[in-house]
T-cell receptor
């Protein structure tokens, strides 16, 4: 089993749709959690850190469920510009080793 | 402008010819890391460094070397490249305290080994 697993893609959704991604992790000692966005052939960029209490940034909401060991990302009112690959990342104790999921591709269509 | 730079951006080389990919950051970050990204496998960590002269292996360190002689630079060395090291490589950096800081990535180096 991979240490960090994400929903298989691609997700194809119409503009305005709500879409959710999940990411499970196997190490219960993991401390920090992130969602990154990666456009084609570009470097990943931080979308959101994920906090225990959940956090929201505009149309994006991230949640952490430690008991079930997963994080989620919800995108509301999808835009064409949201089309990208979304990577979850998990950092362990000490915060130095980071494991990324393989990514989920999202296509938003007009 | 705060950034992570990598050079070269594209490189085609032959098996066995030693090469170095440079990485530099201007944000005074303690933590730096190298990843490779392959289709279907995502980003895999090769090596990371917590500070000057402190480095450690990630998940896929075989065939790679690194050094951290200065805080801003973290070069990746392939002593004898092989075709299975053909990949897209990213350098990243962050502040290290608490491990909760986001990583900033360089633009990537696309390496082809023939």
């Amino acid at each position: 089993r991979k240490e960090v697993e994400q929903d298989p893609g691609p997700f194809n959704v119409p503009e305005g749709a709500t879409v959710a991604f999940n990411c499970t992790y196997s190490n219960s000692a993991s401390q920090s959690f992130f969602w990154y966005r990666q456009d084609c052939r570009k470097e990943p960029k931080l979308l959101m850190s994920v906090y225990s209490s959940g956090n929201e940034d505009g149309r994006f909401t991230a949640q952490l469920n430690r008991a079930s060991q997963y994080i989620s990302l919800l995108i509301r009112d999808s835009k064409l510009s949201d089309s990208a690959t979304y990577l979850c990342a998990v950092r362990g104790t000490g915060g130095f080793k980071t494991i990324f999921g393989a990514g989920t591709r999202l296509f938003v269509k007009a | 402008e705060a950034q992570v730079t990598q050079n070269p951006r594209y490189l085609i080389t032959v098996t066995g010819k030693k090469l170095t990919v440079t990485c530099s950051q201007n944000m005074n970050h303690e933590y730096m890391s190298w990843y490779r990204q392959d289709p279907g496998l995502g980003l895999r960590q090769i090596y990371y460094s917590m500070n000057v002269e402190v480095t450690d292996k990630g998940d896929v360190p075989e065939g790679y070397k690194v050094s951290r002689k200065e805080k801003r630079n973290f070069p990746l060395i392939l002593e004898s490249p092989s075709p299975n090291q053909t990949s897209l490589y990213f350098c990243a950096s962050s502040f290290s305290e608490g491990g909760s800081h986001e990583q900033y990535f360089g633009p990537g180096t696309r390496l082809t080994v023939t």
